[in-house]
């Protein structure tokens, strides 16, 4: 479904390891976070940067509370991403379809994000007890490549 949420930095384009193995993500930068807000002159809406609370940086669908909820969601409902579960490994492709939103105009610069998902109920790594529930996928694509 439609979580919009990206669940770690390979769900969005323009990440970069950084020397110490952390990662810097476009998405999450501080400079980045331009909210709206009413002037105290007038009822006109402006734009304007305002400090943050730490877990709440980053732009929409990239904070790290968003992140913590969806992983607590995960975790409640005993969820699996099924297609980050075929897809493990992160992709430095930014023109690739995985991404199911692009962002256009100057400030976003057609970066994208995975914020679709296809969330099955997990189970057991058993191979027998697999094979009893009778589910298991082998193949899921994302078609498209998010337009917005």
Request: aromatic letters at 12%; a positive charge.
């Amino acid at each position: 479904g439609d979580l919009n949420v990206a669940h770690t930095y390979m769900d969005g384009t323009h990440w970069e390891q950084t020397a110490n193995g952390q990662y810097y993500e476009w998405w999450t930068a501080e400079s980045k976070c331009i909210i709206r807000k009413k002037s105290k002159e007038n009822t006109t809406t402006t734009t304007a940067n305002v400090p943050k609370a730490p877990e709440y940086v980053g732009m929409p669908s990239f904070t790290r509370a968003e992140r913590t909820r969806f992983i607590s969601f995960l975790q409640r409902g005993k969820f699996v991403d099924v297609w980050r579960e075929l897809h493990p490994e992160p992709s430095k492709v930014w023109n690739a379809p995985h991404w199911t939103w692009r962002g256009k105009g100057p400030v976003y610069g057609n970066r994208g994000q995975r914020l679709d998902y296809f969330l099955m109920e997990a189970t057991p790594d058993d191979d027998n007890k697999k094979k009893k529930e009778g589910v298991e996928v082998e193949s899921c694509r994302i078609l498209g490549t998010g337009n917005h």
